[in-house]
């Protein structure tokens, strides 16, 4: 009888193939609940971790460089007031000056060492009735010189606005082509 009931003891905590394959199941799902449940967690831990940090360096940064920011911009606007060009009060330029704009320009052009090759006034812009006359012009010279010549349009009382600038490298110099319109009565 003590056979039986040892027999009857051992089959009872014996598992069969299929308590063994449900017994594993259950630890596989609650290993991958487990997973599932508490990796996002860290992830989202160690990706907030980054982020701390990498403000932490940012906040660094600009403690370091703040400093010479406020002199550039105190810099800055101290040069931005002083480089504002003076304007001329505009005036129109007579009809009968219309033949002396080569000539103006000519005189420009050499102040600032360019050598004008061509200075044309469009007389056809005349006749549709605007206010303004178009002046094709050709110089050549120092790339330098170019802002020179520039700026001393903008010093011409009936200058109105520069249509088209166009630089091209030549052989041993820079071209200037420019389209300028300047305001007659």
Same mark, same amino acid.
């Given at each position: 009888?003590?056979?039986?009931?040892?027999?009857?003891?051992?089959?009872?905590?014996?598992?069969?193939?299929?308590?063994?394959?449900?017994?594993?199941?259950?630890?596989?799902?609650?290993?991958?609940? *487990?997973?599932?449940?508490?990796?996002?967690?860290?992830?989202?831990? *160690?990706?907030?971790?980054?982020?701390?940090?990498?403000?932490?360096?940012?906040?660094?940064?600009?403690?370091?460089?703040?400093?010479?920011?406020? $002199?550039?911009?105190?810099?800055?606007?101290?040069?931005?007031? &002083?480089?504002?060009?003076?304007?001329?009060?505009?005036?129109?330029?007579?009809? $009968?000056?219309?033949?002396?704009?080569? $000539?103006?320009?000519?005189?420009?052009?050499?102040?600032?060492?360019?050598?004008?090759?061509?200075?044309?006034?469009? %007389?056809?812009?005349?006749?549709?009735?605007?206010?303004?006359?178009?002046?094709?012009?050709? &110089?050549?010279?120092?790339?330098?010189?170019?802002?020179?010549?520039?700026?001393?349009?903008?010093?011409?009382? *009936?200058?109105?606005? %520069?249509?088209?600038?166009?630089?091209?490298?030549?052989?041993?110099?820079?071209?200037?082509?420019?389209?300028?319109?300047? &305001?007659? $009565?």
């Amino acid at each position: 009888m003590d056979d039986v009931q040892s027999a009857k003891r051992t089959n009872r905590f014996s598992m069969s193939p299929m308590n063994i394959a449900l017994s594993v199941c259950c630890v596989l799902g609650l290993a991958i609940f *487990s997973v599932r449940a508490v990796n996002p967690s860290l992830q989202e831990a *160690s990706d907030v971790r980054r982020a701390l940090e990498k403000a932490q360096s940012a906040v660094k940064r600009q403690q370091i460089l703040y400093p010479l920011y406020a $002199e550039l911009t105190v810099a800055n606007e101290k040069a931005a007031t &002083a480089s504002v060009l003076p304007r001329p009060k505009k005036e129109p330029l007579a009809p $009968e000056h219309i033949v002396e704009i080569p $000539e103006r320009l000519n005189k420009k052009a050499m102040a600032a060492r360019l050598q004008l090759t061509d200075v044309s006034p469009r %007389v056809v812009t005349l006749s549709d009735g605007r206010q303004y006359i178009a002046v094709n012009m050709r &110089a050549k010279g120092a790339f330098a010189a170019f802002r020179s010549f520039l700026l001393s349009l903008g010093e011409l009382p *009936s200058f109105e606005h %520069v249509e088209r600038l166009t630089v091209r490298k030549g052989i041993m110099c820079e071209e200037l082509e420019l389209t300028a319109w300047l &305001a007659i $009565e």
